[in-house]
């Protein structure tokens, strides 16, 4: 059997493990928390800091191929690995472009890619230089994750909040649909791409609301993403999953905003929704398979759920059993002994041909389902 | 979390823990073999022997309930667990009426549940008092699995392969087609009720060749076979996952073949083909959830993967990649190192509108995926 590792032991890892069990491969986590969502699913788990580049390394050099599932890794560890002989997915090359927001800007600029207009800022100081350039979204260059590491700077008075580092700060576009696009690659290059999802975020939290797949697009507008997405993957040269979110604007220009170059939440309805999902294709990419078919078994909507405001502690789930009981509904908890605020604890799917039932299921499931904190 | 631990960590339990993976449930196995198929995928494997009271018993007290994924499991031990206050799925009691043919034959007799006519024989030479009773079929009462411990007795010259041991000798059906429902009962006694199956064997394995969800039946046929199941299985009182085995015959009699008190082979199609696979039903009864929904999101066939004739070691799969190519297709390989022959190394459901692909590509699948073991 092959051998095969992931860095990082999250919801991804937990899932990627779960869809590991229907092929013969050796599993190996290396996580920092033992107690993290996918320690208990593999062959080996091992305890190690997966930004440290021994740690990362002396992991990586008994395996025949290693993957992540979080961008912050120890990118030089990965290219020492790759360079032994270890198949890494994504390619360093790719990671390193993504893991910086400012290097991935740049990457888009130098290819053509249509995204929305930057600058780079350094210090916060600088942000006075562009104040013309508002409204604008300040992203820091590395670090950032899950809402963290972005602002939102509307006018002069909101500089303040920017960052002082290193950064990106890309024009407001006049947003009418959020698309993400899932994309496989295989090692001889061949890619296999997934219907749009239509993504709808919650303002507040900067997390995803509920998506819809496939997304209700424009003819235009679904050629367009469909042609920048697989463009831009490409010129990213390198096997694995990768996740593009693009905006479409009011008049139907298609931008992208950000690639995650691994499994993605934007993906995760292809569990029940589609034939392969994002989770089975890495595997059947990393052990060398055909490409699975991407096409979908029914429409989806997918809800995330996310750790109440003003809880955390021991979680319960305040009205599961409600969220149970609805039928062509899929629960997933990622097994998270403690909840915080905006904390992913699981998703729901929903399947149906009729997208009023799509809707109206994820709204129910978003005003009956609270992740709290158990009170004493 | 709920504290759940499972007997038996081969291909059944593999796919109970992942199902597990959607729920906050602290799993648990116990088996002889730490490189079994889900020896990996708990949060705590325990050797050792299932047969054993001291063993199941250690094993069990730390546990809030115990499922098993053999009916040869140490019943004394899961008695004394369920006095205890450890819940139990399947009940002992419906266990040892199961676990021994002999016992399930008479259960059926005293419950007025139609079943073929049998007599029960204690040694082999008892045999030859029954030779009017042929063509029958040997069962022995215990021990007996996958095809292992029975007998085929045509005529009086195949008397000799009966067994010298406690055993029921069954009438021979004069079978149309071969049924299996799979019946959730949860902890309140509620039921839900899957589609039929349409369970195609084959004569010389006496192991199942495909088969197709939902059954084709005369509708006659298919009110008598949910009666007599439902019936059967409210009469064993017990909560759990519970797989009636019928034989309708030439003249639309539905006569039960064989009870199974855990998930079971033939419900594994639901995995993809259900809303709510039988694995993922048997944690929503385990952990006192309401029940899934059982209804088909698409028609499947299932084909078993076995062990080629005269192919003993190390396991390759020859023909997996045209497989894989395939649409519509969902492999599961169970991750034996080791095959043999009539050993089951996996399976692979077909989802699919059209039950002439669902034919199509079954029997395409049984003429190029072959188990080999690996030449040196």
């Known amino acids: 059997m092959k051998k095969v590792g992931i ?65 912050h890794v120890n990118v030089e560890a990965l290219e020492q690995l790759a360079a032994e002989g270890v198949v890494v997915y994504p390619k360093p090359e790719a990671l390193k472009i993504i893991k910086n927001k400012i290097h991935q800007k ?28 508002l409204p604008a979204v300040h992203k820091l260059g590395s670090g950032g994750y899950d809402g963290k590491g972005v602002q939102l700077l509307r006018k002069a008075e909101d500089i303040s909040v920017g960052f002082d580092a290193p950064a990106v700060l890309e024009k407001m576009v006049d ?12 090692n001889n290059g061949e890619t296999a791409i997934y219907p749009p999802v239509d993504m709808v975020f919650d303002p507040n939290l900067n997390l995803l609301s509920y998506q819809i797949c496939p997304a209700v697009l424009p003819e235009k507008v679904f050629w367009k993403a469909e042609a920048i997405a697989i463009n831009v993957v490409k010129k990213l040269n390198s096997p694995g999953i990768f996740a593009v979110e693009m905006f479409a604007d009011k008049n139907d220009n298609v931008l992208v905003n950000e690639i995650a ?28 398979y055909p490409l699975g078919n991407t096409e ?24 599961l ?7 062509n509904v899929f629960v997933h908890l990622y097994g998270k002994a403690k909840t915080k605020p905006g904390r ?33």
Chains 1, 2 share one sequence.
């Open 7 to 71: 860095l990082g032991g999250g919801q991804l890892g937990r899932m990627l493990l779960q869809a590991a069990i229907n092929y013969p491969v050796e599993t190996y986590i290396m996580e920092n928390d033992a107690h993290a969502p996918s320690s208990h699913l593999c062959h080996h788990f091992v305890k190690g800091d997966i930004t440290n580049f021994e740690d990362v390394y002396n992991f990586g050099k008994q395996l025949d191929a290693i993957t992540i599932e979080i961008e």
């Open 106 to 133: 740049n990457f888009y600029k130098q290819h053509e890619i249509p995204t929305s207009e930057f600058v780079v800022t350094q210090t916060l100081s600088e942000l006075n230089n562009h104040i013309h350039f």
């Open 175 to 186: 947003i009418k649909q959020e698309i993400a696009i899932i994309i496989a690659v295989a």
């Open 261 to 288: 170059p691994r499994v993605h939440n934007s993906g995760h309805h292809s569990i029940e929704g589609n034939y392969s999902s994002q989770f089975d294709m890495l595997w059947r990419i990393m052990l060398n």
């Open 296 to 319: 979908i078994i029914l429409p989806s909507a997918l809800v995330n759920i996310i750790g109440a405001e003003n809880h955390e502690g021991a979680v319960v789930y305040d009205g």
């Open 321 to 327: 059993n409600e969220v149970l009981k609805m039928d």
């Open 344 to 376: 992913k604890m699981g998703h729901v799917t929903i399947l149906s041909n009729e997208k009023q039932e799509l809707l109206h299921k994820a709204n129910q499931i978003k005003h009956c389902l609270f992740v709290k904190a158990k009170s004493d």
